[in-house]
T-cell receptor, first 112, second 112 residues
């Protein structure tokens, strides 16, 4: 039982490049989330999904897109990376919105 | 809007008790959560309390809930250097866009 996994763990991009972060969970959870964590700003929700084929915007969705084609996977895309997107990105999943969220180990992204 | 507030930093000496405080605005939640984030890792659920309880004790952890004041606290007895981490309070919001409302996290430093 791997829980929540994220790939890659680290990435360096140049401004304007694109990339996709992959999150996978093996707990059959309906809800999945993408957060970013920046010093002094806590966790900010980027996008989330309440089930396969659904996505919704969180607090800071601009510059990001997501897809949930399969229940176990939640992809976060950056179409044209900007230095302001330098952050640590966490994926999480849960059975429902008020149940425990299980977090992945994070992806540290640097945009030069 | 709904909000969760925590102080950002706490420093204690090894062996002392630590008390981390949190205030929240949404009082309809069934649970309230405390998560722990160790350096370089994702968040993990530390403990939770049902909203119909005033206190929960789990080994060195004591959670106190004052519903009237919408105040939650986490007490760690005999704090150890391994308790150094960021502690997040989280409140499930049952309104539109159901989600967890996160505090900014309290960074606990334990000094030998």
């Amino acid at each position: 039982n791997a829980g929540v996994t994220q790939t890659p763990k680290f990435r360096v991009l140049k401004t304007g490049q694109s990339m996709t972060l992959l999150c996978a969970q093996d707990m059959n959870h309906e809800y999945m989330y993408w957060y970013r964590q920046d010093p002094g700003m806590g966790l900010r929700l980027i996008h989330y999904s309440v089930g396969e084929g659904t996505t919704a915007k969180g607090e800071v969705p601009d510059g990001y897109n997501v897809s949930r084609l399969k229940k176990q996977n939640f992809l976060l895309g950056l179409e044209s990376a900007a230095p302001s997107q330098t952050s640590v990105y966490f994926c999480a999943s849960s059975y429902s919105y008020n149940n425990e969220q299980f977090f992945g180990p994070g992806t540290r992204l640097t945009v030069l | 809007g709904e909000d969760v507030e925590q102080s950002l930093f706490l420093s204690v000496r090894e062996g002392d008790s630590s008390v981390i405080n949190c205030t929240y605005t949404d009082s309809s939640s069934t649970y309230l959560y405390w998560y722990k984030q160790e350096p370089g890792a994702g968040l993990q659920l530390l403990t939770y309390i049902f909203s119909n309880m005033d206190m929960k004790q789990d080994q060195r952890l004591t959670v106190l809930l004052n519903k009237k004041d919408k105040h939650l606290s986490l007490r760690i007895a005999d704090t150890q250097t391994g308790d150094s981490a960021i502690y997040f309070c989280a409140d499930p919001y049952a309104g539109n866009n159901r989600k967890l409302i996160w505090g900014l996290g309290t960074s606990l430093a334990v000094n030998p």
